[in-house]
């Protein structure tokens, strides 16, 4: 079972589950929180912390990413191009989810592999962070719309059903994970990169 610590949260302690870990840090700036497989590792971890000197918080983010999340990716060839994005659980590297489409671009691929994100969670009853590599999709999934330029024509009629599948799924349906922005220059490339750069 595991066990979750959180140093810097509403209430700092160590949790069995991650719903009452979630409770502690979401929208709490600068929350530390670190998911552990045994509790003895969990006490070390919470114990050595309180005992050493305090340190100052960085609220830029985490030193190394949370390992029980979801991270997501998309890749194009051409913009617009074959287009396809999927998602990765990020401590095991398993891909949960892989998704193609004749024609699209990169944002629309990151914008839907969210949203198939959040709705894969609350499929099989999970509740982890997702992690993106765009700023500019985690945006629109904030706004609720993919707000692409893309001309909506013959070529891209097939597209746009599921853009429409996916806004209509944010519209109907409420979520809590957090969308966390995947830090490439502290971290390297995003797990559910596809290696094409």
Not at 98 to 115: A, Y
Not at 150 to 169: D, Q, S, Y
Request: hydrophobic letters at 40%.
């Amino acid at each position: 079972m595991p066990y979750y610590v959180v140093w810097v949260g509403a209430e700092p302690g160590i949790y069995d589950n991650w719903n009452d870990c979630r409770k502690r840090i979401i929208g709490f700036p600068g929350a530390r929180y670190k998911k552990f497989n045994t509790l003895a590792e969990a006490e070390e971890a919470f114990g050595s912390s309180r005992s050493s000197k305090p340190k100052a918080v960085k609220l830029s983010g985490f030193e190394s990413p949370i390992q029980d999340a979801l991270a997501v990716d998309a890749a194009c060839s051409g913009n617009p191009g074959v287009m396809e994005y999927r998602g990765v659980h990020v401590g095991s590297r398993q891909e949960w989810f892989n998704f193609k489409i004749e024609l699209g671009t990169n944002n629309i691929g990151e914008f839907l592999g969210i949203v198939h994100g959040l709705a894969f969670q609350k499929q099989h009853n999970l509740n982890i962070p997702i992690y993106s590599d765009s700023q500019i999709a985690i945006g629109w999934i904030k706004a609720g719309k993919c707000k692409t330029k893309l001309a909506v024509n013959e070529k891209t009629k097939k597209l746009f059903e599921v853009i429409r599948r996916a806004e209509e799924w944010l519209a109907h349906n409420s979520w809590d994970q957090p969308l966390l922005k995947w830090e490439t220059k502290r971290w390297g490339e995003i797990p559910a990169d596809f290696g094409r750069k």
